[in-house]
């Protein structure tokens, strides 16, 4: 086997259909795939789905949400291919993405993981390359700084600002909606990281893969549309929390618990300040039915991140 796909799937049925009938019309010839599509107990019927019409896909039903990393390991686990290809739901696959992605990994040995240039559904490029975070971006990037100061140094260095997004590089780590990974170097890191749930678990991935001397790389030739956070967006601030708390077990694990500690805590003082800017304006009676809502689930963001993270 050439290629396996692995999909994992939560609640994005008709997603799910349209990437699926994008691989099965993408230009395959002389080579051998597989698709695996791992259901977290989508409650949408996104199973009897893949069951009824792509007999020819291999459905992992599971009774529980695995999330990101738990649900492409079980895949990879059975997967038989030379190349893996972890493939979120929600994209469209270019005709020609495959055979491109697989044959520059076939001339050059070095390379352990390749992503493709994802785009929005209107065209246009998305982020999708990064290096590796500092302690100055996981403090200013995804944050309220981030918020206020979206053009600062330490994002734009974090997001490749100073790289063009229109030819093929070597990178650090790669957005996990799309990621060919070598069997070979999938063999010598191992799985991905199940207590980042979700979130983090690619750039956690991709820097074990580098530290043993495997090379990451980006292909904008090939390309993928990307219906980003479509599974995610619909438990808003169950997304948050988790990205928050995979924040902080990532800085833990590589920059230590002290930290680890100090981000929480100013991660819980910016939700904090968040909350009091919301119930201020709240209280003035501006659109009153939105600050409610916000107040709700930024009080929810602190109670559970109060409890910590690590």
Known sequence: MDLSIIIVNWNVKDLLRNCL????????????????VVDSASSDGSATMVRDEFPQVRLIASIENLGYA?????????????????????????????LEMVNMMNEQPRVGVLGPQLL?????????????????SLFWES?????????????????????????????????????????????QVGFLDQ????YFEETDWCRRCAAIGWEIHYLPTAQI??????????VGVSRTIRFQRSKIRYTQKYFGRGWATILHLFLWLTFAWQLLEESVKWFIGHRRALRKERITAYSQLLRQLIFGAN
Request: proline share 6%; glycine share 8%.
């Open 21 to 36: 009938i994008s691989l099965l019309n993408s230009e395959t010839k002389f080579l051998r795939y597989e698709i695996i």
């Open 225 to 234: 549309v990307h219906y980003e956070g479509k599974s995610s967006e619909q």
């Open 195 to 198: 207590s980042l749930f979700m």
């Open 143 to 187: 944050t309220l700084l981030g918020q206020w100061f979206p053009r600062n140094g330490y994002a734009q260095h974090y997001h490749l600002a100073d790289h063009p997004h229109d030819i093929p590089q070597k990178v650090d780590w790669l957005v996990g909606a799309a990621m060919l990974i070598r069997r070979q170097a999938w063999q």
């Open 70 to 98: 738990k649900g492409n390991n079980v895949g990879l686990v059975v997967a038989q291919g030379h190349y893996l290809l972890l493939l979120n739901p929600d994209t469209v696959v270019t005709p020609h993405a495959l």
């Open 120 to 136: 929005w559904p209107d065209g246009t490029v998305q982020s999708s390359r990064r290096r590796f975070p500092t302690l100055g």
